[in-house]
């Protein structure tokens, strides 16, 4: 079964427009931490923004914020004020208590950025 | 930025052939790993290290060992190349092991086995 599951293979979203990329998870941890990357053409891994599962806050980091729905097991992450910069590939990750070291990746989102 | 470099950005080989990738750290983190990235399966582990000499295997290790003997490199070995190898590998390293540790990523290395 999938761990990280991200529905939206692309979108598309008018610039200065807010886009939320979905993301849900599978895991029986308690303790576990949720991630979202950032993979532009150029091919790099940019870390974005980090949410823990004991967080009582959604994570904010600029114009990226993480909609944490626990017990729906989702992680949305949230772009605000698009920009052209931000037409990039996205990765939801998850890092799990008992998951021995390992960062589990979603296959991600293609974002594309309308001018 | 994490100060993260690889070695080789680029590299052809043919298969049978064995293949090393560097990578190397400035920011003396404990924890280092070897991730492999393919369409459809976005990232996966391949080796991590959680200490010098002290690796152990993810979730694609076969066909590929890893050594570190110093903190700041680590490296992977592809022992004897082919086709099913051809990919891009990133190193990432974090500052330790737990769920809450962000890991950040080198640049990348593409490797096509001929």
């Known amino acids: 079964a999938q761990k990280i599951t991200q529905t939206q293979p692309g979108m598309f979203v008018q610039e200065k427009e807010a886009v939320t990329l979905d993301c849900t998870y599978d895991?029986?941890?308690?303790?576990?931490?949720l991630f979202w990357y950032k993979q532009p053409s150029s091919g790099e891994m940019i870390f974005l923004i980090y949410?823990?599962?004991?967080?009582?806050q959604n994570a904010t980091e600029g114009r990226y914020s993480l909609n944490f729905q626990k017990a729906r097991k989702s992680a949305n992450l949230v772009i605000s004020a698009s920009q052209l910069g931000d037409s990039a590939m996205y990765f939801c990750?998850?890092?799990?208590?008992?998951?021995?070291?390992?960062?589990?990746f979603g296959a991600g989102t293609r974002l594309f950025v309308k001018a | 930025d994490a100060g993260i470099t690889q070695s080789p950005r680029h590299k052809v080989t043919e298969t049978g052939t064995p293949v090393t990738l560097r990578c190397h750290q400035t920011?003396?983190?404990?924890?280092m790993y070897w991730y492999r990235q393919d369409p459809g399966h976005g990232l996966r582990l391949i080796h991590y290290?959680?200490?010098?000499?002290?690796?152990d295997k993810g979730e694609v290790s076969d066909g590929y060992s890893v050594s570190r003997s110093k903190t700041e490199d680590f490296l992977l070995t592809l022992e004897s190349a082919t086709s099913s190898q051809t990919s891009v590998y990133f190193c990432?390293?974090?500052?330790?092991?737990?769920?809450?540790?962000?890991?950040?990523f080198g640049p990348g290395t593409r490797l096509l086995v001929l």
């Open positions: 990432a390293i974090s500052a330790g092991g737990r769920e809450q540790e962000t890991q950040y």
């Open positions: 895991t029986s941890d308690q303790s576990y931490g």
């Open positions: 949410q823990g599962s004991y967080d009582e």
């Open positions: 990750a998850m890092r799990e208590a008992t998951g021995g070291f390992k960062t589990i």
């Open positions: 920011e003396n983190h404990r924890y």
């Open positions: 290290s959680y200490g010098v000499k002290d690796t």
